[in-house]
T-cell receptor, first 114, second 113 residues
Framework: NAGVTQTPKFRVLKTGQSMTLLCAQD?????MYWYRQDPGMGLRLIHY???????AKGEVPDGYNVSRLKKQNFLLGLESAAPSQTSVYFC?????????????FGDGTRLSIL | GDSVTQMEGPVTLSEEAFLTINCTYT??????LFWYVQYPGEGLQLLLK?????DKGSNKGFEATYRKETTSFHLEKGSVQVSDSAVYFC????????????FGQGTTLQVKP
């Protein structure tokens, strides 16, 4: 059982380049999330989705876009990468029973913007 | 808005020492509370949770009690091992319709032999 899988695991970009991070889950979860992790700041929510075809902004959405065309996939896009987006990105998912269900996390994507 | 505050690290302990990592929260309503652990190079794993006041979550020798009166969820372990070295995150989930988590800043634990 793969759980939550993120690709790629590492990437180096130049300022202004674009890229897409892929998150796939095989647990049939309705809800999916993208976080970024920065030193001393914990994890901050970028965007999330409560179902196929729906997305919503989190705490730090600027500079990112997302899409949830299929229930099992949640894509995070950087249209024009900036050095401030250097971070470790985590995807997570959980099911519809809210409030007391833990999120399941991927292993992260380490992204460096030069 | 809702928030979580953890004690600053790093916390350095000798093997078999007692561990406490403090966590306090601010929230409207009655959130669920979680502790996650992150080992080097890996994602976050759920360590334990509590969903209502006075609940005690426990796992792998770690415990935390949901204290509504002090808005706290401190993590404890009676005897740490080198393998417990990791970053620990306290988090809360509101009872709205999104399942979003709000994390503390994380506390690094280093256990020396």
């Amino acid at each position: 059982n793969a759980g939550v899988t993120q690709t790629p695991k590492f990437r180096v970009l130049k300022t202004g380049q674009s890229m897409t991070l892929l998150c796939a889950q095989d647990m049939n979860h309705e809800y999916m999330y993208w976080y970024r992790q920065d030193p001393g700041m914990g994890l901050r929510l970028i965007h999330y989705s409560v179902g196929e075809g729906t997305t919503a902004k989190g705490e730090v959405p600027d500079g990112y876009n997302v899409s949830r065309l299929k229930k099992q996939n949640f894509l995070l896009g950087l249209e024009s990468a900036a050095p401030s987006q250097t971070s470790v990105y985590f995807c997570a998912s959980n099911n519809r029973e809210l409030g007391n269900q833990p999120q399941h996390f991927g292993d992260g994507t380490r992204l460096s913007i030069l | 808005g809702d928030s979580v505050t953890q004690m600053e690290g790093p916390v350095t302990l000798s093997e078999e020492a007692f561990l406490t990592i403090n966590c306090t929260y601010t929230a409207t309503g009655y959130p669920s509370l979680f502790w996650y652990v992150q080992y080097p190079g890996e994602g976050l794993q759920l360590l334990l949770k509590a969903t209502k006041a006075d609940d005690k979550g426990s796992n792998k020798g770690f415990e935390a009690t949901y204290r509504k009166e002090t808005t706290s969820f401190h993590l404890e372990k009676g005897s740490v091992q080198v393998s417990d070295s990791a970053v620990y995150f306290c988090a809360l989930s509101d009872r709205g319709n999104t399942g979003k988590l709000i994390f503390g800043q994380g506390t690094t634990l280093q256990v020396k032999p």
